[in-house]
């Protein structure tokens, strides 16, 4: 069993940056595919990006090409989301989540453990 838990959320100003931690516990996150998703009030939870095994980042929304990054410290068994230029749009509850296979799974439901969540809320 993996438990994720999500810091680093807060409130920022449009143009700001924000860096999301999430730590594991019960296992080692250095057999799994590692997501970062969101979801905004009414909308659906949308993929962010994803971190392979073996460190390949795969982008799952176009909207956060070339603002955010991943990128994950298997010796602190964290993961990480470096949102920067952030916009009003960005605003959401950012989850993180873990999938035991080595490359990165399609889509939310196929991700088998989830953090609790951290909110952002970028002001204009």
């Known amino acids: 069993q993996v438990h994720l838990g999500e810091s680093g959320g807060g409130l920022v100003q449009a143009g700001g940056s924000l860096r999301l931690s999430c730590q594991a516990s019960?296992?080692?996150?250095?057999?799994?595919?590692l997501g970062w998703f969101r979801q905004a009030p009414g909308r659906e939870r949308e993929g962010v990006l994803c971190?392979?095994?073996?460190?390949?980042?795969?982008m799952y929304a176009d909207s956060v090409k070339g603002r955010f990054t991943g990128s994950r410290d298997n010796a602190k068994n964290t993961v990480y989301l470096q949102m920067n230029s952030l916009k009003p749009e960005d605003t959401a509850v950012y989850y993180c989540?873990?999938?035991?296979?080595?490359?990165?799974?399609?889509?939310?439901?196929?991700?088998?453990?989830w953090g609790q969540g951290t909110q952002v809320t970028v002001s204009s």
């Open positions: 019960g296992r080692t996150l250095r057999m799994y595919a």
């Open positions: 989540a873990a999938e035991f296979r080595s490359s990165c799974p399609e889509k939310a439901t196929d991700y088998s453990y």
């Open positions: 971190i392979s095994r073996r460190s390949a980042t795969i």
